[in-house]
T-cell receptor
Framework: GAVVSQHPSWVICKSGTSVKIECRSL??????MFWYRQFPKQSLMLMATSNEGSKATYEQGVEKDKFLINHASLTLSTLTVTSAHPEDSSFYIC?????????????FGPGTRLTVL | QKEVEQNSGPLSVPEGAIASLNCTYSDRVSQSFFWYRQYSGKSPELIMS????GDKEDGRFTAQLNKASQYVSLLIRDSQPSDSATYLCAVRESGGGADGLTFGKGTHLIIQP
């Protein structure tokens, strides 16, 4: 499967600060990356689809001005949680699909655990 | 709204037995179906993908898809304690890669030694 890295693996920040999470594809180029969020005991929820060179597409209910996504290259997408609050504490996971062919599987990064105090 | 339903469990299975995990989905146009395994505190790991009606086998794992019934299942043969995890069923509307996945809440599987 594809190799996906995320940085940092965990972060603790104060309420009101911003946090940037990086998602990198290590062994191929990805035109599309996805960002998910998982609260404790809950399933993964798709937040947004990140497209290289264009604006991200956000799911209903996800604030695009709060969760800033930048996909500046084919191997890197970043998610910035702006003015983070305790309710933003969650497990943030990126994923991507190798290649452009149909029926490709989606591979996940190791995740970033965000705790907002 | 797309929904993917799974029994949350826990499902307890003796070591060496067959574990059977089930999933139903609401969006009839869904084309791609996946099973992921997630250990506590970790991100999901792809186990199986299935796109056509019928069975698909890979080692100890067999995925079954019935689009008419909107039903997907995963069988794990010769269950091992290391199979203990939460199994997530995921569905994608398209066959291609541009869409994100809709996940169920997962079934917590416990393999008893």
């Amino acid at each position: 499967g594809a190799v996906v890295s995320q940085h940092p693996s965990w972060v603790i920040c104060k309420s009101g600060t911003s946090v940037k999470i990086e998602c990198r594809s290590l062994d191929f180029q990805a035109t599309t990356m996805f960002w998910y969020r998982q609260f404790p005991k809950q399933s993964l929820m798709l937040m947004a689809t990140s497209n290289e060179g264009s604006k991200a597409t956000y799911e209903q209910g996800v604030e695009k001005d709060k969760f800033l996504i930048n996909h500046a290259s084919l191997t890197l997408s970043t998610l910035t949680v702006t003015s983070a609050h305790p309710e933003d504490s969650s497990f943030y996971i990126c994923s991507l699909i190798p290649g452009l062919a149909a029926y490709n599987e989606q591979f996940f990064g190791p995740g970033t655990r965000l705790t907002v105090l | 709204q797309k929904e993917v339903e799974q029994n949350s469990g826990p499902l307890s299975v003796p070591e060496g037995a067959i574990a059977s995990l089930n999933c139903t989905y609401s969006d009839r146009v869904s084309q791609s179906f996946f099973w992921y395994r997630q250990y506590s505190g970790k991100s999901p790991e792809l186990i199986m993908s299935i796109y056509s009606n019928g069975d698909k086998e890979d080692g100890r794992f067999t995925a079954q898809l019935n689009k008419a019934s909107q039903y997907v299942s995963l069988l794990i043969r010769d269950s091992q304690p290391s199979d203990s995890a939460t199994y997530l069923c995921a569905v994608r509307e398209s066959g291609g890669g541009a869409d994100g996945l809709t996940f169920g809440k997962g079934t917590h599987l416990i393999i008893q030694p």
